[in-house]
């Protein structure tokens, strides 16, 4: 199936001066309102659509600034690499990419500079962030009106769990665009206090199998701790045979999972939607094969541009995407953005 329409995204001035409207990596639809995160900043975005029923655009933009609402493990502007974005009850969700970076070379880079670059790896530990956001009315808070409170999990993370994990341990310290460490998606199931977590990797990748992590995050004050699920770990994993493609971004679909999959290292395609039939209700760890997963979707993508980097749901059971390094056709005006909307097979 192919396009069916698209959808103009509205944003003010200050999200255009930082190009957040060119660098879209997580999205989530919540009634009238999308929820937006670009990969190079330390904020959300909230739009708000012009029909409910079937958003034809969105705008009022409203930025939100993480370090107000949660103690981030960064300094309040360096980038967090919001990758994910969920939501359950009156709670939003937000997980960082957690990934190293490698620095870019660039055309005007001599040879000795080049090489000097891509040996520069940096930790990033200001992208490690799985934060809950107390939601009062229509914004997230630090505290809401009827005592709920903001909670990010602590200062060690995920890291420190999954040091001496078999899979993914050797994998922290590798840059996500190197097939390394790097979360891109993430889907929450249940009521909250008993929520599931899913967290979608882009990379590693093994052999060609993705891998979701699987995690039951319980308040604690401002913190999010950790609940056993599976052999006593703090976590459970799950590997997914997508044709050798990593998770770019995650959405619930009933008791489904909607998975959006494309290349772990820096290429442009292929992109696709895939249905996980079942796994917003696992409880155990899975290896999920090929026949076992439906793909839904073949999204386009260009050279360079284009990127496929989230997916929502619309209120018309429509899938809405968005990209990453927009073609310059996706800009029809200063800050607006063309969004894909396709029909999801029934």
Not at 106 to 118: G, Q, W, Y
Not at 205 to 213: E, F, I, P, T
Request: charged share 30%; with cysteine; hydrophobic share 40%.
């Amino acid at each position: 199936m192919g396009i069916e329409r698209t959808v103009r995204l509205r944003f003010a001035a200050h999200a255009v001066e930082a190009d957040t409207h060119v660098n879209l990596s997580a999205i989530h639809t919540d009634g009238s309102l999308l929820w937006i995160a670009g990969d190079e900043t330390a904020t959300i975005e909230r739009l708000t659509c012009d029909d409910p029923s079937a958003p034809a655009e969105y705008g009022q933009h409203v930025t939100f600034a993480l370090d107000t609402l949660i103690r981030l493990p960064g300094a309040a502007d360096e980038e967090v690499d919001v990758e994910g974005m969920a939501h359950t009850g009156d709670y939003l969700w937000v997980v960082g990419s957690h990934s190293a970076k490698r620095k870019k070379v660039k055309d005007e880079h001599d040879d000795e500079k080049s090489a000097k670059r891509l040996a520069a790896v940096s930790a990033e530990p200001a992208r490690r962030v799985l934060a809950r956001l107390a939601m009062d009315g229509d914004e997230p808070v630090a505290e809401a009106s009827d005592g709920r409170r903001s909670a990010a999990l602590g200062k060690h993370g995920l890291f420190g769990l999954l040091a001496e994990d078999e899979h993914f341990g050797p994998f922290l310290g590798i840059p996500g665009k190197d097939n390394g460490f790097d979360i891109e998606g993430i889907a929450v199931h249940g009521d909250a206090g008993a929520e599931r977590v899913f967290l979608g990797m882009r990379g590693p990748v093994l052999r060609g199998w993705a891998a979701v992590l699987q995690l039951e995050p319980r308040v604690d004050g401002d913190e999010l701790k950790l609940a056993k699920i599976a052999d006593k770990r703090r976590y459970a994993k799950h590997f997914l045979d997508l044709g050798g493609l990593g998770i770019r971004d995650m959405c619930e679909y009933g008791e489904d999972l909607l998975i959006l999959a494309g290349p772990t290292m820096d290429l442009d395609g292929p992109v696709r939607v895939f249905r996980w039939p079942g796994a917003a209700a696992l409880s155990a760890p899975d290896v999920v094969r090929r026949e076992d997963l439906h793909q839904v979707l073949e999204i386009p993508y260009g050279e360079g541009t284009d990127h496929a980097e989230g997916i929502a749901l619309l209120p018309d059971d429509r899938l809405l995407v968005v990209y990453d390094s927009p073609a310059s056709t996706r800009l029809p005006q200063p800050g607006t953005v063309l969004a894909d909307v396709f029909a999801l097979p029934r």
